[in-house]
């Protein structure tokens, strides 16, 4: 499967807290992006990061990626029971975009 | 900018039936668009990428003659579930990007998805 893992499969936290999700892939890309979908909606594009990038911020997100491990990691700094949703990194072979198995957040109040 | 509508949201329908969802690019021209199907708590598989005025692209182990797939204009691409069977119960979203936007380094705009039920 060209599917990158993510872990951990589900995380709770209470709010306020820092929240970390991992990806891993399997071939070499152009860019790793990540996805966030609130429960029976579409997904929103939260980030991308590029192959020659190590890290990236936007907001209270940071995004690393190492190619040399095919792994990348998003931190949520600060979290909000807003943030409750699942997490998906992506990435890109050819013309598609191909999804890992995503992260389940529950930022409790 | 960069909306993407699917419609329906939800639909209920019975086995045998055919389901007909639409995706539109509201601001923008895409002459790719992308299927994905969901199943509860998993992550999104893709059916397959759409190109307006051509034959859709498949992925392997999807049936094209039950996913009917036609992509008329830059702003529309239609999914047809034929047949429905209660296995085809899922959640389905497209995606497209803008046309002339090269594929890399450009994220994709996703439509609300639909649930379709089949009984």
């Known amino acids: 499967s060209q599917q990158g893992e993510e872990d951990p499969q589900a995380l709770s936290i209470q709010e306020g807290e820092n929240a970390t999700m991992n990806c891993s892939y399997k071939?070499?890309?152009?860019?790793l992006q990540w996805y966030r979908q609130n429960s029976g909606r579409g997904l929103v594009h939260l980030i991308l990061?590029?192959?020659?990038?190590r890290e990236k911020h936007s907001g209270r997100l940071r995004v690393t990626l190492d190619t040399s491990k095919k792994s990348s990691s998003l931190l949520i700094t600060a979290s909000r029971a807003a943030d409750t949703a699942s997490y998906f990194c992506?990435?890109?072979?050819?013309?598609?975009?191909?999804f890992g198995a995503g992260t389940i957040l529950r930022v409790k109040s | 900018g960069a909306v993407v509508s699917q419609h329906p949201s939800r639909v209920i329908c019975k086995s045998g039936t055919s389901v007909k969802i639409e995706c539109r690019s509201l601001?923008?021209?895409?002459?790719?668009m992308f299927w994905y199907r969901q199943f509860p708590k998993q992550s999104l598989m893709l059916m397959a990428t759409?190109?307006?005025?051509?034959?859709?692209?498949?992925e392997q182990g999807v049936e094209k003659d039950k996913f009917l797939i036609n992509h008329a204009s830059l702003t529309l691409s239609t999914l047809t579930v034929t047949s429905a069977h209660p296995e085809d119960s899922s959640f389905y979203i497209c995606?497209?990007?803008?046309?002339?936007?090269?594929?890399?380094?450009?994220?994709?705009?996703f439509g609300n998805g639909t649930r379709l039920t089949v009984t």
């Open positions: 995606s497209a990007t803008r046309t002339g936007v090269r594929s890399y380094n450009s994220p994709l705009h």
């Open positions: 071939t070499s890309i152009n860019n």
């Open positions: 990061i590029r192959s020659n990038e």
């Open positions: 992506a990435t890109e072979y050819g013309n598609k975009l191909v």
């Open positions: 601001d923008f021209q895409a002459t790719t």
């Open positions: 759409s190109n307006e005025g051509s034959k859709a692209t498949y």
